[in-house]
């Protein structure tokens, strides 16, 4: 059996959203939950008295220090390709966020979430929770040590399979700055068959989503190194 294509490629005609800009699109038919997960009501504007309010505050108190290495969460090493996801998080104009509070999450190596709706017939692995989080620095950085999460079936349509992808929610200086997204692996044979990787319609936002392998970060003998910058912008989106 042939992995089936992302069955809606190609023009998808929806209101543009004046909130989110032209060619932006939140309800993919190709990806079944959006359908659920779209408004269905034109967007509410927030007070422009939120987009002056700092916070959350999240202090390094509320971190343990192994928070960002999902590797030493348990008492044995989870099995699968050790790798280090650094990068910085960035506001529009470029300049680093510090303090923003960044939370991964992920399937194992073999392609199976520690979560009980998760029924895919692989291995769960007792070293391996999938969660992480930490605070960018001064500069805005931020780092997890992980395994590479495997592809996993997911039944959106006839042997869909999501390309290996890491989970991220942030948050930055103010209310309205919240951004929840997911990093790509580069060369994925699975892009062209990803409904959720191809409901970013511009080519080089899709691109935006995938991570640069990093030879300067590797750790010989150690791990391999993956660089992915966020930036954040607050919503909805100012023109
Ligand atoms: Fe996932």
């Keep these: 059996m042939t992995i089936a294509a992302d069955p809606y490629e190609g023009p998808v005609v929806l209101p543009d959203d004046p909130s989110f800009g032209p060619g932006v699109q939140i309800d993919y038919p190709g990806y079944r939950s959006t359908r659920w997960r779209a ?59 510090r303090d923003a509070l960044v939370e991964v999450w992920q399937a194992n190596a073999a392609g199976r979430y520690r979560h009980d709706v998760d029924r895919h017939p692989a291995p769960l692995d007792p070293n391996f929770s999938g969660a992480g989080r930490c605070l960018t620095d001064g500069e805005g950085r931020y780092a997890f040590t992980t395994i590479k999460p495997g592809a996993y079936p997911w039944r959106n349509h006839d042997n869909a399979w999501r390309p290996a992808h890491i989970h991220f929610s942030l948050f930055g200086r103010l209310f309205t700055e919240r951004l929840v997204t997911q ?7 699975l892009f062209p068959f990803d409904p959720i990787l191809s409901a970013v319609r511009d080519p080089k936002m899709r691109e935006l ?3 640069r392998f990093d030879a300067s970060r590797t750790e010989p003998e150690w791990a391999l190194a993956f660089e992915w910058d ?8 100012e023109s």
């Design 39 to 97: 408004p269905k009501d034109p967007l509410v504007t927030l007070p422009e008295e939120l987009h002056r309010i700092d916070g959350p505050v999240f202090g390094n108190a509320a971190l343990e220090p192994l928070d960002n290495d999902l590797t030493r969460q348990h008492d044995g090493e989870p099995l699968g390709e050790r790798i280090l996801v650094h990068g910085r998080v960035l506001d529009e104009r470029g300049r680093p966020i």
């Design 183 to 189: 990093m790509y692996f580069p060369g994925d044979p």
């Design 209 to 211: 989503l995938v991570a």
């Design 230 to 237: 966020v930036i954040m912008r607050a919503t909805p989106f």
